[in-house]
């Protein structure tokens, strides 16, 4: 292995940061992972560049022999300038968070990526993609997005926000979504809102219950014992309860992945993608939130688009992110060479 | 201008073949246009070969001097094989029309593609989206589809079927398609399922207005008095009409902009196209459609890909298949040679 040919990928979240030496097949030479003290954007930069050295170190490489150094991050990210638009777990809006980094990675060239775009970029540079130049990544977890790669292309749209699958309109007046519309697709299936729907549920049932003089009420019964209050309701206690017969947990799950479903028909249809890749904390743990989806794919997309589609799921598991952040790195950056 | 540079276009309609000689800015310099006496596969081949024979005579130009030929059809077309899987105006199922046209095309290099992708090429290459990368053309005639550019390449899919965006399900369980579906765009949004539905509902409200004495129904009396019965509807009729304030007509032609709309925001906001080019008979023939189609993306879109979005209209008219069709078979033969 040549060492110039050795990219660093960084995984930016808004609690952790991961950074990993990765060699040109997507295997770990060497990582480190640490909690974030502070989320300003300076020390958060000086944190990404203290995980990439360490990383190096676990590597047995000086930082300064990598190639390039990707980042991956949960954000709207401006085309060209680096510009963070907006990046909820971090709580930042229009930091040049590029720009902080380059003053402190000397003169490593640095890229810097939606975590969508590295995660599909990765699955298909060294996990469940291989090969294939008609992919979308599809991640459902406490939000909703898509990696998007046509013709070989990683498509990130004119100014960087495509993608955006979480926040398209699927129940026209719906449940407030944290982007600011009604009746988003995260609205339903992200796991935050998704738990949040069954909490708003369950008071008014648990409401309507007391006043009936009982303990609990008959919809979402096996939910709220399970867990004590509606307060304490999650996606994931959400699946174990429609599981052991919980009729709330399956309606809301169901509806989830109905939605879930015609938007994926829909998307398929229109891109006629040869892989459709389905992950995500909240989509992995719901087998039933997934049998929905996928049904309604079978049901709903294109017949000649569906005879093309292969479904499948994300194969890097918890190295996606750093795995996909260098190796897009490590093409973005020959590509402007 | 240098003859090898030279590529014929032909437009394949149910109905008429219109071919021309392209220059590469997308000049038409000599064109032909004829019925289709037959809409047999190897009839039709002959007339297309014709077709572009005879437009090379206008042009003072032998047709063996072409660089190549490009066909645009309303079809489902095999990527790879040129077999067209589906053409309804046709009539066609799995027909290699690509073989049968090679086979009294002589040498030449031909192309075939689907009408949708030559619109957006065409456009692209010497309409309204010259310079434009990220590039969507919608057309809503009497089906609905779309011709996407991302990244300076025509994305048709894994398997040529991309772009179906008249058969994403809009409404669950809604109206039929021809498609065999329920509920897909097109079923509203297309001209003659748009005014199907205006006949079904006339039929009703006929029916009723007349058990009850009255020569006309409250609602549609306007489209209904200027048509003079339910069959004759067409969507042309409707606009006519609901400019004159028929209210079935209204909500009918704001039902399918709204629908439209929402589809269109929701295109907008996985792939963050600069350009949306809105086009087609129906649409262009429907201010009250087109306000409202627009008025969903204005609604509907995310913010950031609303921000990078312009919307405009087709520009090459008459001309865009013939066009069209030829640059995108220069385009096309280009990159394979």
């Known amino acids: ?15 952790n940061v991961r950074a990993a030496v990765i060699d040109p097949a997507g295997h770990v030479l060497g990582q480190e992972k640490h909690r974030l003290l502070s989320r300003e954007p300076p020390q958060v930069a000086e944190a990404v560049v203290r995980a990439a050295k360490t990383a190096c170190g676990a590597a047995g490489l000086p930082f300064a022999e990598m190639k390039g150094m990707g980042i991956g991050i949960a954000a709207m990210i401006e085309r060209g300038t680096g510009m963070v638009l907006n990046a909820p777990n971090l709580g930042w809006k229009n930091v040049p968070f590029l720009k902080l980094l380059q003053a402190r990675a000397g003169r490593l ?16 540079a060294a996990g469940a993609g291989r090969g294939v130049d008609d992919l979308v990544v599809v991640l459902v977890g406490s939000g909703v997005g ?4 046509l013709g070989g292309k990683l498509q990130e749209g004119a100014s960087g926000v495509a993608g955006e699958f979480g926040h ?17 697709l995260e609205a339903y299936a ?16 648990l409401a309507a219950a007391r ?12 939910l709220l014992e399970a867990v004590g209050e509606p307060d304490k309701v999650t996606a994931a206690a959400m699946e174990r309860a429609a599981h052991e017969g919980d009729e709330l947990s399956r309606r809301l799950l169901d509806e989830a992945g109905r939605l879930l479903g015609i938007a994926l028909a829909n998307l398929v249809t229109v891109l006629n993608p040869a892989l459709l890749l389905l992950g995500g904390g909240v989509l992995i743990g719901s087998p039933r939130m997934m049998r929905a989806a996928t049904a309604g794919i079978d049901a709903h997309a294109s017949k000649a688009s569906r005879a093309a589609l292969r479904i499948g799921a994300p194969a890097l598991g ?17 590509a402007a060479a």
């Open 146 to 149: 898509a990696g998007i790669i």
């Open 1 to 15: 292995m040549k060492r110039d040919e050795l990219y660093v990928g960084v995984d930016l979240g808004g609690t």
């Open 190 to 205: 992200g796991g935050h809102n998704l738990a949040a729907w069954a909490r708003d549920d369950l008071r008014i049932a």
């Open 318 to 334: 918890d190295h996606a992110g750093v795995v996909g952040a260098a190796l897009l790195a490590r093409a973005s950056l020959a």
């Open 211 to 222: 006043a009936a003089g009982q303990k609990y009420p008959a919809l979402g019964r096996i």
């Open 168 to 184: 398209i309109l699927v129940h026209p007046g719906g449940r407030s979504c944290g982007c600011g519309q009604r009746g988003c």
């Open 109 to 124: 060239p640095l890229s810097i990526a939606n975590d969508l775009s590295v995660a599909a970029w990765g699955e298909r």
